[in-house]
């Protein structure tokens, strides 16, 4: 009886010991699952890139496109600018000296004006080219 008594309380040990190392293995299991909490960590490495895309941008054969006066794109410095209503208001103080830089990166145009004062333009026009852009040159 004594003995088996004895293999009773060594088999209820294994038992226990083997209980002890399954739940600490099943704690480790938890913590490996707790890994994937640094996703918005991931998510946030990708807003620079969602905010990087916000601007359109077009290649000059996009804005080559865009070369008459009732459809009229300039690229001036890295940016692109829709001056169709622009023209077609006959506001520009240019006339349509305007039309020459159509479809084209009309930066030095714009800058040099050799079929006027052959002077830049002045801070004033420059301003107002805002309210032209639609986006940046690729
Ligand atoms: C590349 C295209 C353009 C060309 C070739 C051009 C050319 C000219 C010319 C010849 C004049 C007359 C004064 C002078 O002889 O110097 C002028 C005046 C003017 N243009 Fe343009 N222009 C262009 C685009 C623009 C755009 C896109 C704007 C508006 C955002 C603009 C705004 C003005 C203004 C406000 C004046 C009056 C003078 C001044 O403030 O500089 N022009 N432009």
């Given at each position: 009886m004594n003995r088996n008594a004895f293999i009773a309380v060594v088999v209820i040990l294994v038992l226990i010991i083997a209980g002890v190392v399954l739940a600490k293995s099943m704690g480790q299991d938890q913590t490996v699952v707790e890994n994937p909490t640094p996703t918005p960590l991931a998510t946030a490495t990708s807003i620079p890139s969602t905010a990087s895309s916000t601007a359109k941008t077009y290649p000059l054969t996009e804005v080559a496109k865009?070369?008459?006066?009732t459809d009229c794109w300039l690229a001036i410095s890295g940016k692109v600018y829709d001056v169709t209503k622009f023209i077609a208001s006959g506001m520009h103080p240019g006339g349509e000296a305007?039309?020459?830089?159509?479809?084209?990166?009309a930066t030095t145009l714009f800058e040099t004006r050799p079929m006027g004062s052959g002077t830049p333009h002045s801070a004033q026009a420059h301003a107002a080219l805002v309210n032209f852009y639609i986006g940046d040159l690729k």
């Open positions: 865009h070369n008459k006066s305007i039309l020459q830089g159509c479809g084209k990166d």
